[in-house]
């Protein structure tokens, strides 16, 4: 992500030429926004708003960035509880994890998943050897399994989890809206430039992140 940042900064400082140049392409200017949001606007001319969305752009990076370490600080946490509280070793696959935020113990999941797998291949399927079969292949043995001593420490893991889920949601959220961020400059560049060839630009587009409601704010302004 920091990367990206720097590439950013240092294309706008190789489109520094291009941007003053007199001949304004409309073809151009979208390809600038596509790239670098509000590149385009700067190359039109209008500087407030390429301010805006290239502020918004590097808002929403820095957020990704700040997210996506919460959500390995978040990992490593659950990790490191589950393997002190019930024994799940380091660096588990998904499944396991997950599993062991569904069920307190690895034989309350395997009795769960036998009891769903005897109703489905025996009394679904009247098939007693894929009842077996499948018992056999996803059932947790014991030195791969686990046991929340009580309840206590079970809702604790699962907070952890949740909160961990709640994080990459938003870092989700966040790169969805660097997308959206680029696509709206990309329409708003295309308003300008039409706008410019009749000298009334007088709309604009705008978007902003809203990870404290999960969401994203759209709008559209034109002034009479």
């Not at 590439?7 to 003053?20: D, G, H, K, M, Q």
């Not at 957020?63 to 919460?70: G, P, Q, S």
Request: with cysteine; glycine share 4%; aromatic share 12%.
């Amino acid at each position: 992500m920091k990367k990206k940042v720097i590439i950013i900064l240092l294309t706008i400082i190789l489109c520094i030429p291009v941007l003053r140049a007199t001949e304004k392409s409309a073809a151009k200017a979208m390809l600038f926004s596509a790239v670098i949001p509000g590149s385009g606007e700067a190359y039109l001319g209008s500087y407030t708003k390429a301010g805006i969305f290239f502020t918004t752009e590097l808002i929403i990076l820095g957020t990704a960035l700040r997210v996506n370490k919460e959500v390995d600080w978040a990992t490593d946490t659950y990790q490191l509880y589950a393997f002190n509280k019930a024994g799940i070793p380091l660096n588990s696959d998904k499944d396991t994890y997950q599993n062991a935020q569904d069920y307190q113990s690895s034989a309350d999941y395997n009795e769960a998943m036998a009891h769903d797998s005897w109703r489905y291949f025996v009394l679904g399927k009247n098939n007693l050897d894929a009842y077996y079969e499948y018992v056999a292949a996803n059932r947790i043995e014991e030195e791969n399994g686990w046991n929340w001593t009580n309840d206590k420490t079970w809702r604790q893991y699962r907070s952890y989890r949740m909160n961990k889920q709640n994080l990459e949601m938003y870092n989700n959220l966040a790169v969805a809206s660097v997308v959206l961020n680029h696509i709206v400059s990309l329409i708003d560049t295309a308003l300008t430039a039409k706008n410019r060839r009749s000298k009334m630009d007088h709309s604009s587009i705008y978007i902003n992140p809203d990870i404290q409601n999960n969401g994203i704010r759209f709008g559209y302004a034109y002034k009479f």
